[in-house]
């Protein structure tokens, strides 16, 4: 990374309603719509703002060439590995925010399964006043490709599901997957990562065994059950990890996360492993604001 030095990059932003729709069309929870005028749901501005960059600035992996606010990890493997948002004032639907983001950590580090690096981002969304109304830090893992092993076959013809987000019974909901709705959740971010449409390259070059569900999408799929289970009572912080990845077609359940010290946790669980011991794929801790706050 010699010559790369991290900088802070400032735009004007819209919060555009229509990937707001499109991300409710997905979804298909039936909710009452949020557009234009209303304020905008937690972590949804991971779909509001995303712009599609252009194409000559895309690199092998579909990702933007790193060097720019990225620095230029040597590393092919791009995780989402987690982050922490908090949420100080109101964002509206259909205005136009400040948005400022930097990269404030670059650490190398040795894992069981090789080299990693992990880069942090400070991300501040203003609206009308000087101090941000929603800071983000993301973690991004970097990592060496997955090991060399025969590529499976791709799998038959899958239907797309219905209704992908569902409550199952109070408190307990299920996320199911299939590769069209992770084409449009793709569509909807902006996100070209060919690890999340291109079966041969997710399992081929970078080694998973199937299509891999977007780490963005498992988390809002969890603050959306909050949102939906309690109405009217935003967080004032959300804290989230990926912890595993979840793959394509395939199913996780939700429901509460009782290992947290926050007001509210609930964890993405999924099929049992070889073992016979439930995954968890991701976790998300909810803190609300003090009753008279």
């Avoid at 590529?151 to 219905?162: G, H």
């Avoid at 998973?208 to 603050?223: I, S």
């Amino acid at each position: 990374m010699t010559g790369w030095e991290p900088y802070t990059v400032t735009t004007e932003e819209y919060l555009d309603p229509a990937p707001i729709a499109a991300l409710q069309a997905l979804l298909d929870t039936r909710d009452k719509p949020v557009g234009a005028g209303e304020p905008l749901p937690p972590l949804w501005h991971w779909v509001a703002l995303p712009r599609w960059p252009e194409s000559g600035s895309i690199g092998p992996d579909g990702h933007p060439v790193r060097g720019g606010l990225l620095p230029p990890v040597d590393l092919p493997r791009r995780m989402f590995a987690g982050g922490d948002v908090q949420f100080n004032g109101e964002l509206t639907i259909g205005t136009t925010v400040r948005r400022e983001a930097r990269v404030v950590a670059v650490t190398p580090k040795t894992g069981r399964s090789g080299r990693l690096v992990v880069v942090v981002v400070e991300i501040g969304l203003f609206a009308d006043s000087a101090s941000p109304a929603l800071v983000e830090r993301q973690e991004l893992i970097y990592r060496d490709p997955g090991p060399a092993t025969a590529q499976p076959p791709a799998p038959a013809s899958v239907d797309p599901v219905a209704a992908p987000l569902r409550r199952v019974r109070d408190g307990v909901w299920e996320l199911r997957t299939d590769p069209t709705l992770l084409m449009r959740f793709s569509a909807a971010t902006a996100n070209a990562h060919r690890i999340h449409y291109d079966w041969p390259y997710a399992t081929g070059v970078e080694g998973y065994p199937g299509l891999v569900v977007h780490g963005p999408l498992m988390t809002l799929a969890l603050a959306e059950t909050i949102r939906l289970d309690r109405p009217g009572a935003g967080p004032a912080r959300l804290r989230h990890r990926n912890l595993a990845p979840l793959f394509c077609p395939g199913s996780a359940r939700i429901g509460r996360h009782t290992d947290s010290d926050a007001d509210l946790a609930v964890a993405l669980t999924g099929t049992a492993d070889p073992g016979g011991d439930p995954r968890i794929h991701t976790v998300l801790h909810a803190d609300f604001p003090a009753l008279g706050d």
